[in-house]
Structure formats: C-alpha cells, structure tokens
C-alpha cells in the first residue's frame, strides 16, 4: 500500500499545482520551484504506470507462512 | 418350530417381490426429490442417491439409477435448457419408475427429469442468495470500497488452461503505451459445483497477501456456457461481496447476470473487456497527468508573459515618470539660479551703495578727526611751547646756582688755599687703596705734580 499512497499523493499533488497555476495561484517567484516539483510529480506517476515492483517470490513466501 | 414348514429358495421371495412391485407399480410417477449424490460410473450408467431432507434431517432416502442413453437424453436436455449439467445437491423433478431386482434390490429407476422445474430451483437459489446478501447488507458492499487509482497489481482467480486468462493477459501485457501490470495467478476451478468452494479457498489465500494486490480478477471464459451457476452459489458471493478489496469479473457468457457478477465492484462481459477496463483506469491517470504538463507548460508561459508586461508597463512608467521628474527638476533649478542670479545682483547693488555711503561716512568723520586732533594739536603746541620757556627759566636759574656751587667745590680752590692730593695709582689713598713702603706716591698741588717715595707709614688715631 505504500507505493500507492505514493503516487497518489503524487497525483494529488501534480493536480493541486496544476490547478493553482490554472487559478493563478502562484507567482513568479515560485514557478520555478513548482514547474520542477510538477517535472518531478510526473516522472514519478508515469513510472508508476510503467514499472512493476511486486515479488512473486515473497508473496508465495508469505502464503506459505 | 413346526415340521410341515414350507422352504422357499430366496430367488423364489425376491422373484416373488418383483412381481409384486411390478404388479402395484405399473406406470411411472413424478417425484420431488434432492440428488444427494449422482454416481456417474465410467460406464455411463448413473446411480444416484435421492433423498428428502426436512430441517436439514433425511426423512427419506432411495437409491436410484439412470441408464446409459436416458442420462445422456436428460443431461443434453438440462444443458440446453438450464445451461447446467445434472449436479449433486439439487432438488429435481423426477420421472421414475419403482424396480426391483433380484440382485441390486429395491430402486427407482429415472426416466426422465425436468429441466424447467431445476431451472425454477436454479432461479429460486439465485433469488435466495439475493435475499440473504441483502439482508445482511452485503450486497454493494465491495462496490463502495475505494477502486484504487492505478489497479496495477493484480490477483487473478483462473484456471491456466482458460481462453479467458489468455485473452485477458494478452490485452493487459500488449498494450500499446507499455504500461505494466502485477499479476499472480491463484489457480481455481471456474465452473459446475466444485467451483464455489475453490474460488472461495483462493479468495482466503489472497486475503493473506492482500496488501501486495490493488485488485481481485475472476476471469473465465472459452468453456461454454455451462455450470455457471455456481456463481449464484450464495457463500461464493458472500466471499466476494466481503472481500476487502474490490472483484472484477470477466466471467463470459451472455445469460442472466449472476449473482457474484452483481455484488462484484465491477463486472466485464468478457475477460477481454475486463482488461480493457483495467487500462482504461491507467488512460484515466495517464491523461490528466500528460494535460497537466501542458497546462504547466501553457500556465508558466502565460505567468511568465503577464510578469513580463507588468514589468515592461512598470519600466514604461518609470521611464516617463524619471523622465519628467529631471525635467521638472532642471526647470525648477533654472528658475532658482534665476532667481539667484538676481537677487545676488541686487544685493550687490544694495552692498555697494551701502559700501559707498559708509566710505563717505568714514572719509567725513576721519576728516573731521582729523581736524580736531590737528587743532587740538596745535593749541598743545602752543601750551607745549609756553610750558618749555618757563621751564627753560627756572633750569637756567638752577644752573647757574649749580655752577657756582661746582665752581666753589673745584680742588683747584681749595688746592690753591694750599691743600695737595696724594694719590697712588692715580687714586687718593685710603684704606682699601693703601700705598706701602716703597711705593711711588704722587703729590698734586696747585702748581705741581710731585712724585715720591714712601718712606714712613702712620695710621691716622682719628
């Protein structure tokens, strides 16, 4: 469950800056900083869509146990 | 005991049976009963156990059987018509016939059954699932779960010879925008009674590594459309109903929906639309995310410009406002160093007059002074003058006194009344000038300077 809390906050967080730029929210001072912290937001969801971190390995582990 | 008992061989009471219950059993007759067990021998031949339960108590129970060609008859019957195989469990309306034999003794033979009243039961079971799962308040409850925002782990429940994992695996694994999917396949028979309990036992199985699954699939398909009615089985749906995270089914097949179809999260007509569905969840995140970079990208560039024409509006302002200030300001200095100008010459001119006057004042007042002192000066001089005659009387009077009184006093007068001066050393001799014997001492008198020798020295008693 940690993983997707991870890219869930990540979404939520991708869309609340989104959305404030969309309000006008964010000044000159702060694009910067926001447009490399959404930069970073997507990168992170969309390895999320394209990588898989489950042990087959470890689940048959823990059936057994 | 008696003697003249009669001896009957036991092929002669069972025979005998036979034709009694051949005799009163002559036609067939239409019986309600559960089919406890079916006991399908490889022959072909069925032997079933029927029996009637009350409160789950046998109240009855007869041994039965089907031959060869009346159970294939019955068994095409039911498939067509109940899309189910006969199955152990269920209560059926049978067409029997009561026989006895010889050997396997007393049963009823099955001649035909109807699938319209199994149907009924099959309806009725689904009905009574419904019931129980909405009383206990079961029914949607695995549909108000949270659907994870990426289902990106996924525990399959399938078998792996079934069409519908391939065709479900293929969709997921072959998509076009690579995303990728967790899947682990929890093996289960998917149809006819030995489904329910088996799904059941691989739900229990994930539940115990549920937190490596955002999702459970039961997928099926490419079996035909028969012995789905496990599905309806009222602990399958109540295992997925509960289950803790949400079940999506793809069981495939185009009859009334089953029940477990129903309280599932989320149910595909086919495995392949399962799928689908699944990547339409990853489109669902991908797509906002992608219009978030655009709108980043036309958010900062639209901040960015609104910045610029603020600061180039400002720079604008300044520019004009600075602008008129140096001006204002060069005018004002102008007028100041004007004014300045002029009143530095005026006063000038006010300093100079001034200047002039004083320089007549002072030429005035020092000629005037000048006169004064000078008259003043004069009539000193006339003071001066009278004061020095007088004076110049009285010191020729007392002069004259004092000549005559010097004249009196000269040594010659008095050398002349015959008095000498002796001197040594050009000095008159006294006692811090004393001249010893043998010194040369001189004389002067009136007419003479005498030069002797000292011969003899008194000291004067005075």
């Given amino acids: 469950m940690e993983n997707e809390l991870n890219y869930t906050a990540a979404f939520e967080e991708l869309q609340q800056i989104v959305r404030d730029m969309e309000d006008g929210e964010i000044t000159v001072d702060e694009l910067a900083l926001k447009v490399k912290r959404a930069a970073e937001l997507i990168k992170i969801c969309k390895n999320k869509l394209t990588s898989t971190e489950e042990d087959v390995n470890l689940i048959l582990k823990e059936l057994e146990g | ?462």
Avoid at chain 2, 11 to 19: E, F, G, L, N
Avoid at chain 2, 166 to 183: A, E, I, R
Avoid at chain 2, 312 to 318: D, F, I, L, Q, R
């Fill in chain 2, 1 to 462: 005991m008696s003697e003249n008992r009669q001896i009957f061989s036991l092929q002669q009471v069972v025979s005998s049976i036979r034709k009694t219950i051949e005799e009163r059993y002559q036609s067939s007759y239409w019986v309600k009963a559960e089919m406890h067990k079916l006991n399908l021998y490889p022959s072909g031949h069925a032997f079933p156990e029927l029996v009637q339960k009350e409160n789950d108590k046998i109240v009855a129970q007869i041994n039965a059987s089907i031959w060869n060609h009346n159970f294939q008859r019955i068994n095409k019957q039911f498939i067509e018509v109940v899309k189910e195989p006969l199955k152990e469990g269920t209560t059926l309306l049978l067409n029997v016939k009561v026989v006895f034999h010889e050997t396997f003794g007393l049963s009823l033979q099955i001649l035909d059954i109807d699938p319209n009243y199994a149907l009924g039961e099959l309806q009725r079971e689904r009905e009574e699932t419904l019931k129980k799962l909405q009383a206990e308040r079961l029914i949607n409850a695995n549909q108000l779960l949270d659907f994870p925002l990426l289902p990106k782990r996924i525990a399959i429940i399938s078998a792996d010879t079934s069409k519908g994992l391939s065709d479900f695996m293929k969709v997921l694994n072959n998509n076009p925008w690579n995303y990728q999917f967790f899947t682990m396949l929890f093996q289960a028979y998917l149809q006819g009674d030995v489904a329910a309990p088996s799904i059941i036992e691989q739900l229990k199985r994930i539940e115990k590594v549920k937190q490596h699954f955002d999702v459970v699939v039961i997928v099926r398909g490419g079996g035909g459309e028969v012995g789905l009615s496990c599905y309806n089985n009222y602990e399958l749906c109540k295992a997925i109903a509960s289950f803790s995270l949400p079940v999506l089914t793809g069981i495939g097949h185009s009859t009334n929906m089953t029940v477990a179809e129903l309280v599932a999260f989320r149910n595909a007509i086919t495995p392949t639309e399962l799928a689908d569905f699944l990547l339409q969840t990853f489109h669902d995140f991908s797509v906002p995310v992608n219009d978030a970079r655009k709108v980043l990208c036309s958010s900062s560039d639209r901040i960015l410009e609104r910045a610029n024409q603020l600061f180039s509006a400002e720079t604008k302002h300044y520019k004009n406002s600075a602008t008129n200030y140096l001006l204002e300001s060069k005018n004002s200095l102008l007028l100041t160093s004007q004014q300045f100008k002029n009143e530095a010459k005026s006063l000038l001119a006010h300093n100079r007059e001034h200047l002039h006057f004083a320089q007549k004042e002072c030429s005035n007042y020092s000629n005037r002074l000048f006169k004064l002192n000078r008259e003043r000066i004069a009539e000193y001089v006339v003071q001066l003058q009278l004061k020095f005659i007088n004076r110049l009387g009285k010191e020729q009077q007392q002069l004259s006194e004092m000549e005559n009184m010097v004249r009196l006093m000269d040594p010659k007068n008095v050398l002349k009344r015959g008095y000498s001066i002796t001197t040594i050393n050009g000095q008159t001799i006294q006692k811090n000038n004393q001249a010893e014997i043998g010194d040369n001492i001189t004389t002067i008198t009136f007419d003479f300077e005498l030069t002797s020798t000292l011969i003899k020295k008194e000291e004067n008693g005075e």
